[in-house]
């Protein structure tokens, strides 16, 4: 493809030379590491590294010009092209260079604080369900059929879904579920990605960090429902339990309202939960089937509605979705068991704000007659204020509280667990602090006793721990079934 037919539809700051846009390119890249002979090589304005600087490194591996919405660099010889935003060139010019294959291989996004993991991955169990070949991009995972890749962000840049998606197509496959976190909508890198399907979970206090206010943060997830650039989605699916979901309903695209409350389209009715899983009658247009799953607690309920909406907006019948909510059996880190035969249950989650915490120690509640003990540290370099929220959470539900280190990053554990203490405080609930997370994890699977609940919470899935100097292998499930074993359980 010509380099002006690449850049179709960017704006530029200035125009192309006749002979730079003339040039054929054989692919683009935003790290110069990847960069390979006739690409074009995007470099952008970070936040901690400025692209520019390896500029001259994509030019000797072989790029014909670097886009960029940064100034040409003193001394730099080679082709540069000025656009006005740099993540919303390189969206632009990645979708024309797929051949706009997001109007082939349909796409559904998943947006909201808490839930996005779980309902993406019951989504695509149904599409697969359907016998379809599929795509998925999350937080715990990128997938290509049955290929699983590593995954840096919960969503990548745009030319790697659409290079994603493109792959899937080649592979026989038509449907691609992500999940859109509000930073990816605000920094530009779903910019004019159609979906098809837009689903909203929830929203609670999370990356205060990022967008300062709550209101810009329920602004960047609005712009999934209401997106700067091409057509609403053809389809959201809302939750209309969350009240800031009524801002999300585009007139433009069909509604499915799911949701427990009585004004709800979608909804559940006689639900059962347990520690083997829940069941419940899924109710729609007058239509009911029976759901069961593996997953355990009341929200979700909320999970498997948010993805029941989305099957049924590409018209995958109930018996269907039933299946493939069924087949969903587990999510990694999210409220994932360890079980090495001791006799209180210990489960893994991801949960890293006040509302999820609660959520979660919430289904341990149901799921003992004994205690709860919950463990939980909070992330550095983050929104602090949710930090004495989360103590007083994990404090009010809970029977025992072990405070530790989450991913401190640049900040002090000792700071960041001061922060959450004064939550702690408000109440008379018995806890202990440990900076040493594996320690932590000891003292925590040491208080339990027969018939209580442990709950690992805040890093779920993650299989590192990042410090201040280094990032080091930590696995929360790794570390408790090696401490179960220590303390005499799971050994023949």
């Not at 796409?107 to 016998?131: E, H, P």
């Not at 879904?161 to 930073?183: D, P, W, Y």
Request: with cysteine.
């Amino acid at each position: 493809m010509r380099l002006e037919q690449v850049l179709q539809g960017v704006k530029l700051r200035g125009e192309l030379s006749p002979g730079i846009a003339e040039r054929s390119v054989a692919g683009m890249e935003y790290d110069s590491r990847r960069v390979g002979k006739d690409f074009l090589f995007f470099a952008f304005a970070g936040s901690r590294v400025d692209g520019r600087r390896f500029a001259r490194d994509a030019m000797d591996r072989g790029a014909i010009a670097v886009v960029s919405e940064l100034g040409r660099p003193e001394g730099f010889a080679g082709a540069w092209i000025e656009v006005e935003q740099g993540r919303q060139a390189l969206a632009i010019a990645a979708r024309n260079f797929y051949d706009r294959v997001d109007e082939r291989v349909l796409f559904t996004g998943v947006t909201g604080t808490n839930g996005k993991t779980t309902t993406a991955f019951l989504i695509d169990s149904i599409f697969r369900a359907a016998g379809l070949v599929t795509g998925l991009a999350g937080t715990i995972e990128y997938r290509i059929g049955d290929e699983v890749l590593h995954g840096a962000n919960t969503t990548p840049e745009s030319l790697d879904i659409l290079r994603m998606a493109s792959e899937v197509e080649r592979r026989g496959g038509a449907r691609f579920t992500m999940e859109v976190s509000s930073h990816a909508l605000a920094l530009g890198r779903v910019f004019g990605i159609r979906f098809h399907t837009a689903v909203f979970t929830n929203l609670t206090r999370d990356h205060l960090d990022f967008h300062h206010t709550m209101e810009e943060y329920a602004a960047a997830k609005r712009m999934l429902f209401f997106p700067p650039e091409g057509p609403a989605p053809e389809w959201s699916v809302l939750n209309i339990d969350d009240d800031v979901s009524r801002g999300f309903a585009n007139p433009a695209s069909r509604v499915v309202w799911y949701g427990l409350s009585s004004k709800a389209e979608l909804t559940a009715e006689k639900v059962a939960t347990g520690f083997d899983g829940l069941r419940f009658e899924l109710r729609y247009e007058g239509a009911r089937q029976v759901i069961e799953s593996a997953l355990v607690g009341e929200f979700n309920v909320m999970n498997i509605l948010a993805a029941a909406g989305a099957g049924l907006s590409f018209g995958i019948d109930l018996e269907t979705i039933a299946r493939g909510v069924a087949a969903c059996t587990a999510v990694p880190g999210r409220f994932e068991r360890v079980d090495a035969g001791q006799p209180f249950l210990v489960a893994v989650d991801y949960a890293h704000t006040d509302d999820a915490l609660r959520n979660a120690i919430q289904v341990a509640r149901r799921l003992t007659s004994g205690r709860v003990i919950t463990l939980f540290g909070c992330g550095g370099d983050r929104d602090r204020t949710k930090r004495p929220l989360m103590g007083m959470a994990a404090a009010e539900l809970s029977d025992f509280v072990v405070l530790t280190s989450d991913n401190p990053r640049s900040e002090d554990p000792l700071d960041i667990m001061n922060d959450a203490m004064v939550g702690i405080r408000r109440f008379d609930t018995p806890n202990v602090a440990e900076p040493d997370r594996g320690k932590a994890i000891r003292l925590a699977l040491q208080e339990a006793r027969a018939g209580d609940v442990v709950l690992l919470a805040g890093k779920g899935h993650e299989t590192y721990q990042v410090l201040k100097d280094r990032t080091i292998d930590f696995d929360d499930r790794e570390t408790a079934w090696a401490v179960l074993r220590s303390l005499g359980y799971g050994k023949s």
